[in-house]
């Protein structure tokens, strides 16, 4: 299930990103926010295809669940979190085509959500032990549990700073360094110092979360955590490991999952 998903943020980012124009973007995001069959007669024929495969995954989870005999619930919040996410998409896309950079709270708060970690954390929950799946846990994780937030939050510092300078080249809505940049007057370097700095107290958060959130289990608090353990392995070292041809991604994979190990 969650593979589907980020197969198809991939799919969605890139639409939002790159392929959509600003008109068509509208579109599609008023039709995810309807989530209806029938809102797909307003898009154009290569969104019709994308949102059609949105809606199968979810149809194909409930009914999974069904044969489980598990409850459903969680789907709801799983839309839910497709609604916020290309809203967010939405508004970076608006920022874009108007050339408006931000102020950071600004972009953050807007980012935290388009660094998917909680729509990645919550579709984590589909299928897992009702035990987890209950209204409070996914409740305590869609309103913001701080782990997830800080977990998204060094997911976009991480991701922006990597991204940089290949963005200014092809015309990209602003990243947190551009508008740490605009705000502060500071130069690109300087920036990025500035930046890691709130990578690293995102970090203290996320290990505050962990001792003094006794009321969450564990795992929910993990799935926050094992995200920003992915984030630091795919932007740690400056460059982007996922978007990258020449990245380290399938050796790292190949080695986990294909390779053997001598004993």
């Known amino acids: 299930m969650l593979t589907k998903v980020v197969n198809m943020n991939s799919i969605v980012d890139d639409t ?5 124009t600003h008109d068509e973007l509208v579109l599609l995001t008023n039709a995810i926010e309807r989530w209806d069959i029938s809102a797909m007669d307003s898009l154009p024929p290569y969104m019709k295809i994308i949102y059609q495969e949105l809606l199968n995954i979810y149809d194909e989870a409930e009914e999974v669940l069904a044969k489980e005999g598990k409850s459903n619930s969680v789907i709801y919040y ?10 967010a998409y939405m508004k970076e896309s608006d920022w874009l085509n108007a050339g408006y950079i931000p102020k950071c709270d600004e ?38 549990l701080l782990v ?18 290949v963005n200014q080249q092809r015309g990209h ?21 500035e930046i890691r700095k709130m990578v690293t107290n995102a970090w203290k958060d996320i290990n505050k979360e ?51 190990i001598d004993i």
């Open 210 to 260: 962990f001792v003094f959130h006794k009321e969450v289990p564990f795992l929910v608090l993990e799935l926050g955590l094992n995200f920003a353990r992915l984030v630091d392995t795919t932007f740690g070292d400056g460059h982007d490991e996922y978007t990258s041809p020449k990245s380290e991604t399938k050796k790292m994979l190949s080695l986990l999952l294909v390779e053997c």
């Open 16 to 20: 939002y990103d790159a392929y959509g």
């Open 78 to 87: 799983a839309k839910n979190e497709w609604k916020k996410l290309t809203a």
């Open 148 to 165: 997830a937030r800080s977990a998204a939050a060094i997911c976009r510092c991480m991701d922006d700073i990597s991204d940089h300078e």
């Open 107 to 144: 972009y953050m708060k807007n980012a935290v959500i388009t660094a998917t970690c909680m729509l990645y954390v919550t579709n984590s929950l589909v299928g897992m032990d009702e035990l987890y799946m209950t209204k409070e846990n996914i409740e305590w994780l869609t309103n913001g």
């Open 173 to 193: 809505v602003a990243s947190i360094v551009d508008c740490y940049i605009k705000q502060y007057g500071v130069s690109k370097e300087e920036a990025y110092v």
